[in-house]
């Protein structure tokens, strides 16, 4: 019995942990027209919480169906610091890998574009997050919407 009392306790304390690990991440669903060159610009601001000052802003995406041609990527950029991420493959449930800009508390450009014309649905995920990994605070704005 007492083996059963730590598992399920085990468990419960997993759980517990699960949101605090995955729920530091914010989600913007949009769309691209059909243009070749129809870009969305969004400005992510990282700021300090109680969990500190920001070091990076971490953003992925992922091409919703319908499946097209187009491969969506993501830049983001910081200053002098940019990074970019595509999402290689249309319709799964898996977003790109990672694109992570060490700019610490501050105003971020991101930009969502595609390979090719054809409309798009993606969800962007984005996070500021502190150099331990916790969440700072972070808000999105749009200033562009192809």
């Known amino acids: 019995m007492s083996n059963q009392k730590i598992n399920v306790s085990g468990l419960v304390f997993i759980l517990l942990l699960l949101p605090v690990a995955m729920g530091h991440a914010a989600s913007k669903k949009g769309s691209l027209g059909t243009s070749s060159s129809a870009t969305d610009y969004y400005r992510v601001t990282c700021s300090t919480n109680a969990n500190g000052a920001t070091s990076s ?17 993501v830049q983001v950029i910081k200053g002098i610091k940019a990074k970019n991420t595509t999402d290689a493959k249309d319709g799964d449930t898996k977003s790109s890998p990672a694109a992570i800009v060490q700019g610490g508390d501050g105003v971020y450009e991101v930009r969502v574009n595609k390979t090719e014309s054809g409309a798009e649905l993606y969800a962007l995920s984005y996070s500021c997050i502190n150099s331990a990994g916790k969440a700072t605070g972070v808000s999105i704005a749009t200033v562009q919407n192809q």
């Open 57 to 73: 802003l971490n953003v992925k995406i992922i091409d919703l169906a319908p499946v097209a041609s187009p491969m969506l990527s």
